[in-house]
């Protein structure tokens, strides 16, 4: 056999179990733009599984900024940011992102995949201790396991629990949060998980993936939303590709804190700044979330219609307030079943199974957006009820 050959031979069975399992990961090959409606293979689908939530990732104003970002700075960073990557582009939407979370210094990192590793990697030797939330996104959770700490998990959105881990401790303690969970929808008591940071010495983190933009009158996210300053939560962590429709991160935070991510956090000083071009969508699309708050308040009302259509139809919402509404359906087969037969109905809620939710708890992770209009929101509804969840 080849040295190929060989390979293949021990992948092709781990896929063949995946597919037994129900387990196995597909793409969809999106014809056209991101939004309410897409296309796929020539038919269009309402879309209930984006992170588009205010709508912004077709917008014309993101895509003539990234037009015009694109005339000025070319398409590749060329450099590292420590190198020739760093443009003005870059250098002026982290003072905007600073201004508007309220905090000294802003920092860009290519993803939030790579902002929640660098965090760790800067702030955490080994001995030093990180707790997470067990239901914290794969990102932050590989942050913790990769840094070297001492890693433990507290139950989900339990701040007892988290403070009975705590315990008082010499050695640097960092707890990482996602500021609203990523598949379940609900919001992290950040005051109370605060509080047990506080009382022990720790610091904490909040990955606000799926708050920046949408939580908070001002769309300045979870901390917004309970009223929390950057002295309660020194390292903010927000995403670009969900409700800011472009791509990329940010950590917000002190000169001090900025400072040292740029000296030592691996993700941030070893990789090609990303394009300029994407840096002035970034911006565009942070104006449209401070001069266009309707979209929030348009996406709290679609949200508040949807769970009183699914109360009358008697579905099984989780406890959620956010865009992010998931159903739960069990066994990762049913679950797939039922994507596949509002499918049939022109329905995209993409099923999330095993290892990015927990044993038995398959769902559908449905999510709305400020674009989706009430009509398409009663489609939804109806397309439940008649796949036989109503
Ligand atoms: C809570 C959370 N943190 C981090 C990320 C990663 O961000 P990015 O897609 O920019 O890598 C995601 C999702 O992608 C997320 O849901």
């Keep these: 056999m080849t040295n190929a050959a060989r390979l293949d031979a021990l992948l092709e069975p781990r896929l063949a179990a995946l ?27 309402l879309n209930f599984s984006s992170n588009d939530y205010l709508g912004l990732a077709a917008h014309p104003a993101l895509a003539a900024a990234t ?68 239901l914290n996104h794969a990102s932050l959770l590989d ?49 109370e998980l605060e509080q047990a940071a506080e009382a022990t010495g720790a610091f904490l983190m909040v990955d606000d993936a799926h708050g920046f933009g949408v939580l908070g009158k001002s769309g300045r996210g979870s901390l917004e939303h309970h009223g929390l ?32 991510l740029i000296q030592s956090a691996r993700t941030y000083i070893y990789t090609t700044a990303a394009p300029p071009a994407l840096a002035e969508a970034g911006r565009a699309a942070l104006q449209l979330v401070q001069n266009e708050s309707w979209r929030r308040e348009k996406l709290q009302a679609l949200i508040a219609r949807f769970r009183a259509g699914a109360a009358e139809l008697g579905l099984a919402l989780m406890e959620s307030g956010t865009a992010i509404q998931p159903l739960i359906v069990g066994e990762s087969a049913d679950a797939l079943a039922l994507a596949a037969a509002l499918q049939e109905q022109g329905i995209l809620a993409v099923a999330i199974r095993p290892p990015t939710v927990p044993a038995g708890s398959a769902r559908l992770r449905l999510t709305l957006t400020a674009a989706h209009s009430e009509a398409q929101v009663d489609r939804l509804l109806d397309a439940l009820q008649q796949a036989g969840r109503g």
Excluded: W
């Design 229 to 260: 300053g950057a002295d309660a939560v020194p390292v903010l962590m927000g995403t670009l590709g969900k409700a800011c429709g472009g791509f990329g991160a940010f950590v917000a935070g002190s000169e001090a804190l900025v400072e040292s």
């Design 67 to 134: 037009r015009r970002g694109l005339e000025e700075y070319g398409t590749g960073g060329g450099a590292a940011h420590l190198v020739t990557g760093h443009s003005r582009a870059h250098h002026a939407f982290e003072e905007e992102l600073a201004a508007f979370t309220g905090r000294e210094r802003a920092l860009l990192f290519s993803s939030g995949y790579m902002a929640n590793l660098g965090i760790a990697s800067a702030l955490l030797k080994r001995g030093d201790r990180v707790f997470e939330d067990r």
């Design 143 to 191: 942050a913790g396991l990769l840094s070297g700490a001492r890693f433990a998990r507290y139950d989900h959105a339990d701040a007892a629990d988290l403070k009975a881990h705590l315990g008082a401790a010499e050695e640097t303690t960092l707890v990482m949060t996602d500021g609203v969970f990523s598949m379940d929808g609900d919001v992290a008591p950040l005051p």
């Design 19 to 45: 597919k037994q399992k129900s387990l196995y990961r597909l793409r969809r090959v999106l014809e056209g733009p991101q939004g309410p409606e897409v296309t796929l293979a020539g038919r269009r689908y």
